[in-house]
Protein backbone atom coordinates (compact mmCIF):
# COMPACT_ATOMS: atom_id res chain seq x y z
CA UNK A 1 0.00 0.00 0.00
CA UNK A 2 2.73 2.56 1.05
CA UNK A 3 4.72 1.43 -2.13
CA UNK A 4 1.51 2.04 -4.39
CA UNK A 5 1.39 5.35 -2.92
CA UNK A 6 5.02 6.21 -3.33
CA UNK A 7 4.59 5.28 -7.07
CA UNK A 8 1.62 7.76 -7.75
CA UNK A 9 3.35 10.61 -5.44
CA UNK A 10 6.58 10.43 -7.85
CA UNK A 11 4.46 10.09 -10.74
CA UNK A 12 2.36 13.52 -9.86
CA UNK A 13 6.18 14.96 -8.83
CA UNK A 14 7.62 14.28 -11.89
CA UNK A 15 5.09 14.50 -14.62
CA UNK A 16 6.00 16.88 -17.28
CA UNK A 17 3.94 20.28 -16.86
CA UNK A 18 3.61 23.31 -18.96
CA UNK A 19 6.18 26.15 -17.77
CA UNK A 20 4.93 29.43 -16.22
CA UNK A 21 4.69 31.27 -19.56
CA UNK A 22 3.15 28.67 -21.84
CA UNK A 23 -0.47 29.23 -22.92
CA UNK A 24 -3.15 27.59 -22.01
CA UNK A 25 -4.93 25.72 -24.75
CA UNK A 26 -8.30 25.13 -25.08
CA UNK A 27 -9.84 23.53 -27.64
CA UNK A 28 -11.95 26.07 -29.81
CA UNK A 29 -15.58 25.54 -28.57
CA UNK A 30 -18.37 25.22 -30.48
CA UNK A 31 -20.64 27.86 -28.51
CA UNK A 32 -19.45 30.27 -25.78
CA UNK A 33 -21.17 27.88 -23.52
CA UNK A 34 -19.05 25.25 -24.01
CA UNK A 35 -16.02 26.57 -22.22
CA UNK A 36 -14.71 25.96 -18.53
CA UNK A 37 -15.34 27.97 -15.90
CA UNK A 38 -12.15 28.22 -15.31
CA UNK A 39 -9.97 31.64 -13.63
CA UNK A 40 -7.70 33.24 -16.84
CA UNK A 41 -8.70 35.43 -19.67
CA UNK A 42 -11.82 34.69 -22.49
CA UNK A 43 -9.86 36.08 -25.41
CA UNK A 44 -11.60 35.36 -29.07
CA UNK A 45 -8.96 34.61 -32.22
CA UNK A 46 -11.14 35.57 -35.57
CA UNK A 47 -9.47 35.62 -39.24
CA UNK A 48 -6.56 33.97 -40.86
CA UNK A 49 -5.60 31.19 -38.10
CA UNK A 50 -5.97 27.51 -38.41
CA UNK A 51 -8.27 27.27 -35.59
CA UNK A 52 -10.61 30.67 -35.14
CA UNK A 53 -12.73 30.49 -31.70
CA UNK A 54 -12.41 30.98 -28.00
CA UNK A 55 -9.66 30.46 -25.78
CA UNK A 56 -9.09 31.01 -21.65
CA UNK A 57 -5.78 31.79 -21.44
CA UNK A 58 -3.46 33.00 -18.70
CA UNK A 59 -3.37 36.30 -17.31
CA UNK A 60 -0.12 38.32 -18.57
CA UNK A 61 0.18 36.50 -21.94
CA UNK A 62 0.33 38.23 -25.16
CA UNK A 63 -0.97 38.30 -28.59
CA UNK A 64 1.02 35.71 -29.85
CA UNK A 65 0.11 33.21 -27.44
CA UNK A 66 -3.24 33.60 -27.97
CA UNK A 67 -2.69 33.25 -32.02
CA UNK A 68 -0.24 30.08 -30.91
CA UNK A 69 -2.96 28.55 -29.26
CA UNK A 70 -5.43 29.25 -32.04
CA UNK A 71 -2.81 26.78 -34.33
CA UNK A 72 -0.72 29.40 -35.58
CA UNK A 73 -1.21 31.57 -38.53
CA UNK A 74 -2.35 29.92 -41.94
CA UNK A 75 -0.64 31.21 -45.29
CA UNK A 76 -3.72 33.58 -45.88
CA UNK A 77 -2.34 36.03 -43.09
CA UNK A 78 -1.43 38.89 -44.28
CA UNK A 79 2.10 39.89 -42.44
CA UNK A 80 2.06 43.10 -43.59
CA UNK A 81 -0.46 44.20 -41.11
CA UNK A 82 -0.65 41.61 -38.42
CA UNK A 83 -1.50 42.70 -34.88
CA UNK A 84 1.09 43.79 -32.32
CA UNK A 85 2.13 40.36 -31.24
CA UNK A 86 4.35 41.78 -28.00
CA UNK A 87 0.93 43.39 -26.73
CA UNK A 88 -0.63 42.25 -23.39
CA UNK A 89 -3.61 40.56 -23.53
CA UNK A 90 -7.20 41.48 -22.11
CA UNK A 91 -10.25 39.49 -20.85
CA UNK A 92 -13.06 39.64 -23.58
CA UNK A 93 -10.20 40.60 -25.79
CA UNK A 94 -10.61 40.09 -29.92
CA UNK A 95 -7.23 38.75 -31.84
CA UNK A 96 -7.96 39.22 -35.56
CA UNK A 97 -5.27 37.99 -38.08
CA UNK A 98 -6.40 39.74 -41.35
CA UNK A 99 -6.20 37.69 -44.33
CA UNK A 100 -4.25 38.85 -47.34
CA UNK A 101 -6.42 40.80 -49.87
CA UNK A 102 -9.46 41.68 -47.67
CA UNK A 103 -9.97 45.28 -46.96
CA UNK A 104 -9.79 47.04 -42.93
CA UNK A 105 -7.53 46.98 -40.67
CA UNK A 106 -6.66 44.36 -38.27
CA UNK A 107 -9.41 44.15 -36.00
CA UNK A 108 -13.37 44.03 -37.99
CA UNK A 109 -14.53 47.60 -37.57
CA UNK A 110 -14.87 49.48 -41.11
CA UNK A 111 -14.26 45.83 -43.02
CA UNK A 112 -16.41 45.37 -46.11
CA UNK A 113 -19.47 43.24 -46.24
CA UNK A 114 -19.42 40.53 -48.47
CA UNK A 115 -22.77 39.83 -50.66
CA UNK A 116 -23.22 36.37 -49.84
CA UNK A 117 -26.01 35.90 -52.81
CA UNK A 118 -23.05 37.21 -55.12
CA UNK A 119 -19.45 35.80 -53.88
CA UNK A 120 -17.65 33.98 -55.72
CA UNK A 121 -16.99 30.16 -53.69
CA UNK A 122 -12.92 31.46 -53.79
CA UNK A 123 -13.79 34.78 -52.30
CA UNK A 124 -16.58 32.83 -49.54
CA UNK A 125 -13.55 30.77 -48.70
CA UNK A 126 -11.22 33.66 -47.99
CA UNK A 127 -13.43 34.72 -45.83
CA UNK A 128 -12.39 33.58 -41.46
CA UNK A 129 -14.86 31.05 -40.69
CA UNK A 130 -15.35 29.40 -43.59
CA UNK A 131 -13.71 26.80 -45.56
CA UNK A 132 -13.18 25.66 -49.35
CA UNK A 133 -15.78 22.85 -48.79
CA UNK A 134 -18.41 25.13 -47.14
CA UNK A 135 -18.21 28.18 -49.73
CA UNK A 136 -18.59 26.13 -52.68
CA UNK A 137 -21.76 24.41 -51.06
CA UNK A 138 -22.55 27.51 -49.92
CA UNK A 139 -22.57 28.82 -54.25
CA UNK A 140 -24.43 25.75 -54.88
CA UNK A 141 -27.20 25.92 -52.47
CA UNK A 142 -27.69 29.74 -54.06
CA UNK A 143 -27.67 28.01 -57.50
CA UNK A 144 -30.40 25.53 -56.57
CA UNK A 145 -32.37 27.73 -54.10
CA UNK A 146 -32.01 31.33 -55.45
CA UNK A 147 -29.97 32.59 -52.62
CA UNK A 148 -29.91 33.11 -49.12
CA UNK A 149 -32.76 35.16 -46.63
CA UNK A 150 -30.23 35.40 -43.48
CA UNK A 151 -26.51 34.85 -43.32
CA UNK A 152 -27.91 32.79 -40.37
CA UNK A 153 -29.20 29.79 -43.11
CA UNK A 154 -25.07 28.82 -43.00
CA UNK A 155 -25.75 27.19 -39.52
CA UNK A 156 -29.73 26.57 -40.18
CA UNK A 157 -29.28 25.04 -43.54
CA UNK A 158 -25.94 24.35 -44.47
CA UNK A 159 -24.78 23.54 -40.74
CA UNK A 160 -21.63 26.02 -40.04
CA UNK A 161 -20.40 25.41 -36.95
CA UNK A 162 -22.01 28.12 -34.32
CA UNK A 163 -18.78 29.42 -33.55
CA UNK A 164 -17.57 29.81 -37.10
CA UNK A 165 -20.61 31.77 -38.16
CA UNK A 166 -20.03 34.24 -35.37
CA UNK A 167 -16.18 35.25 -36.82
CA UNK A 168 -18.05 35.11 -40.53
CA UNK A 169 -21.12 36.75 -40.28
CA UNK A 170 -19.28 39.78 -39.86
CA UNK A 171 -17.87 39.62 -43.12
CA UNK A 172 -21.10 38.92 -44.95
CA UNK A 173 -24.04 40.84 -45.69
CA UNK A 174 -27.47 39.53 -47.91
Known amino acids: MVLAAAVVAAALLYSPRAGPGAPVVQPPAQQAGNLPSTGGLLVEVTGAVAHPGLYRLQKGQRVDSAIAAAGGMTTRADPARLP ?19 SGSASTSGTTAVDLNMAT ?5 NLPGFTAELAAEAVRYRQEYGGFS ?13 ADYIIARKYLRV
Open 121 to 125: ADELA
Open 150 to 162: STRELVDVLNMSQ
Open 84 to 102: NMAKRLTDGMQVTVPVIGS
